[in-house]
């Protein structure tokens, strides 16, 4: 039994630094809604969305591609520890037990571990928006809130998706979940806070191949950044990540400047069906009967997917949470139109219906972990110490 009720959490994080970052000009004049729908389309997929950016020896064959697969090693479910909470200075267990930055500089003799990790990934990273002291002082706008520094009586108004689980997720996907709370000279370490040490360890030192660009505009279709990813390029990670491999990734689930990483762990398709083009030009945008996005197209197949990802779990879940890893697993459902050439490779696609705006933003997969030592102050090898004591790590 899980030891705490669950509900979904309102928000993630900022990726990685590797990724680029393209920024709409919002100054610009908007878009009729024409001109919007015509940006949606584009033939087969760009640089920036080659699914050769996450493997060179894919599998483009769309016919022998698996229509179904699972991670072989399931990600546990984390935490994004927020920026608004002052990241892992949170003392999540009560006010009157430490943080796990604070059991950190403890059982390590470090000073200072707490304000270094508020001024790098906390409050204190914050700089430029309304100083407050309620969260009412920030103008009653949905998801922000007051982040203040415990023992301080003024912050700083923050958006509630920031955090890291842009580091949580990928060491979901390479860390073994610890299994048991720790002693480790006179400190006691909890589940939860082994995984926020180790999250946070994940923000440095990680190589990584990505797939796609950032979006950091509301959504706005004028960048390039807010078109991708393309539905063929999500099609062939998939299929070749998750139904080849069984190796699990990360994405990006909206396509708008905030940023929602997750680990994707299985897949499904459960539709698929050869469609003319003109009713693929139907599907997509306008009639014809000549398809109209893509000249090498010689075969389109509609296709639906489920996609199943692991969302975030409260340190308030503190234990092993693989074995219930059903709870925290959602689904999103994607509809899109495959494009193949003459020997039936896929060469692109286009979302379809609901899809043509709620769809990935980017995909990523972890690589390999450096020994580093994050913000000066937190070292991977002595949290990786911790990890295995407590049954997991590497």
């Given at each position: 039994m899980l030891a705490a009720p669950f509900s979904p959490l309102i928000a993630c994080d900022e990726p990685v630094d590797e990724l680029d970052e393209v920024t709409a000009d919002e100054d610009e004049p908007a878009l009729t809604e024409e001109q919007e729908e015509a940006l949606l389309y584009r033939e087969g997929w760009s640089k920036a969305d080659d699914p050769r950016l996450l493997s060179k020896d894919f599998n483009y064959g769309f016919h022998e591609l698996p229509t179904t697969g699972w991670a072989q090693r399931v990600p546990w479910p984390g935490y994004y520890w927020p920026t608004y909470n002052d990241s892992i200075n949170y003392r999540w267990a009560g006010a009157k037990v430490r943080s796990p930055a604070e059991k950190y500089g403890a059982a390590f003799g470090r000073a200072g571990v707490g304000t270094v990790i508020s001024n790098r990934f906390g409050v204190g990273s914050i700089g430029g928006t309304r100083a407050c002291r309620y969260d009412s002082d920030?103008?009653?706008?949905?998801?922000?809130?007051?982040?203040?520094?415990?023992g301080e009586s003024r912050g700083r108004c923050i958006e509630t998706w920031m955090g890291i689980c842009h580091a949580w997720a990928p060491a979901a996907i390479m860390e073994r979940e610890p299994k048991q709370g720790i002693s480790f000279n006179g400190v006691r370490f909890e589940i939860s806070d082994l995984k926020a040490l180790i999250s946070l360890v994940y923000t440095e030192g990680l190589s990584v191949r990505f797939m796609s660009l950032r979006c950091n505009s509301k959504g706005s279709l004028k960048s390039q950044a807010c078109r991708d990813t393309n539905a063929g390029s999500f099609h062939v990670a998939l299929a070749n990540l998750l139904g080849v491999r069984g190796e699990s990734f990360v994405f990006d689930r909206t396509y708008d400047r905030e940023v929602w990483n997750h680990?994707?762990?299985?897949?499904?398709?459960?539709?698929?069906?050869?469609?003319?083009?003109?009713?693929?030009?139907d599907m997509i945008s306008g009639g014809g009967s000549k398809y109209r996005f893509n000249p090498h197209?010689?075969?389109?197949?509609?296709v639906r997917t489920e996609v199943y990802w692991i969302n975030e779990a409260g340190p308030g879940f503190n234990q092993q949470l693989v074995d219930n890893v059903a709870t925290f697993t959602f689904t999103e459902v994607y509809d899109y139109i495959i494009e193949l050439d003459g020997g039936g490779d896929i060469i692109g696609g286009e979302w379809v219906g609901a899809s043509k705006r709620r769809h990935p933003d980017f995909v990523w997969r972890p690589m390999a972990k450096k020994d580093t030592t994050v913000a000066g102050a937190v070292r991977y090898s002595e949290v990786e110490q911790l990890m295995q004591l407590a049954g997991g790590g590497i």
């Open positions: 920030c103008g009653n706008v949905n998801g922000r809130m007051c982040g203040r520094r415990r680990p994707v762990i299985g897949y499904k398709v459960t539709r698929d069906q050869e469609v003319s083009a003109a009713t693929a030009n197209a010689v075969e389109l197949r509609r």
